[in-house]
């Protein structure tokens, strides 16, 4: 059984930065394709940035290209998401997710298609 345990959420001004954090127990992130999701209140979760098993491979929602970027460390069993150029329409809870994947390069960007998920993170950007 796979565990996500996300971190480094937090309150921070608009233009500012802030490093997410996913650490994975039972398996890595080399064993899963996996993505970022995020949910606002009174919104669905969407889709923000997803990395395929091998790496090679990621996407982002057009909202956040060229700011965010999605990584894995499979030494330390963690996805991240780099966040620059934060905006208070990126203020959400922040959920990793993540499933096997049929080949090494895929990739998913819908979320009900997801098997693990960890518990989230607030992130909030102040204007």
């Known amino acids: 059984q796979v565990q996500l345990i996300e971190s480094g959420g937090g309150l921070v001004q608009a233009g500012g930065s802030l490093r997410l954090s996913c650490a994975s127990s039972g398996g890595t992130f080399n064993m899963y394709a996996s993505g970022w999701f995020r949910q606002a209140p009174g919104k669905e979760r969407e889709f923000v940035a997803a990395?395929?098993?091998?790496?090679?491979?990621?996407d982002y929602t057009h909202s956040v290209k060229g700011r965010f970027t999605i990584s894995t460390d499979n030494d330390k069993n963690t996805l991240y998401l780099q966040m620059n150029s934060l905006k208070p329409d990126d203020t959400a809870v922040y959920y990793c997710?993540?499933?096997?994947?049929?080949?090494?390069?895929?990739?998913?960007?819908?979320?009900?298609?997801?098997?693990?998920w960890g518990q989230g993170t607030q992130v909030t950007v102040s204007s």
């Open positions: 990395i395929s098993e091998n790496g090679a491979n990621t």
């Open positions: 997710a993540a499933r096997v994947a049929g080949s090494p390069s895929f990739i998913e960007d819908e979320p009900r298609e997801y098997d693990y």
